[in-house]
């Protein structure tokens, strides 16, 4: 091998130091990356369940606030039939006492109707207020560090003390 210039102690100490440089190389650098991307992979994965659960329970918010005020619209309209018939009544009975009643029980079927409208909007949006906060909880949290998170943390409580205060949800202005 002389002949050839390569010199037989040098090539296997190459060879020792190439084998060792493939091992650490293979434990430190290829054998992490793959774990890392698995790793990002399941985070990515459990956002985009997480993202479909809250779709989900909006959708089913949505149906059942859509329930409701279905529910307010029978209500509004049995109101109403009560309120022609009380009307009919009175008027056998005296012209000006039936119109008086029949404009009481209209001007109470419409509050009661803005009533349970007003309530279940806003048990909407509180709903979706809150499943909105659980999910952005669970992404935030396995996306941020500990300093950021006692951040956010004390920036929703002082919105939850604000919003305490003064009887009103950022919610209720969208």
Known sequence: MDALGINAANLIVQLIAFILFVGLFWDDAVGPIPRMLDTRQERIRESIEAAQRVERELAA????N???????????????ARAREVSDQNIARSVEQGRIQAEEIVVKAREAIAAETLLARNELRQEI???????ATKIVRANIDRESQTRLI????????????NGSSPAAGA
């Open 154 to 165: 004390e920036e929703a409580l002082a919105e939850a003390g604000a919003r305490g205060s």
């Open 66 to 80: 859509e329930e409701v005020l279905l529910e307010a619209r029978r209500e509004a309209q049995t109101l109403l």
């Open 129 to 135: 207020a809150d499943l909105a906060i659980s999910a």
């Open 61 to 64: 918010t949505q149906a059942r």
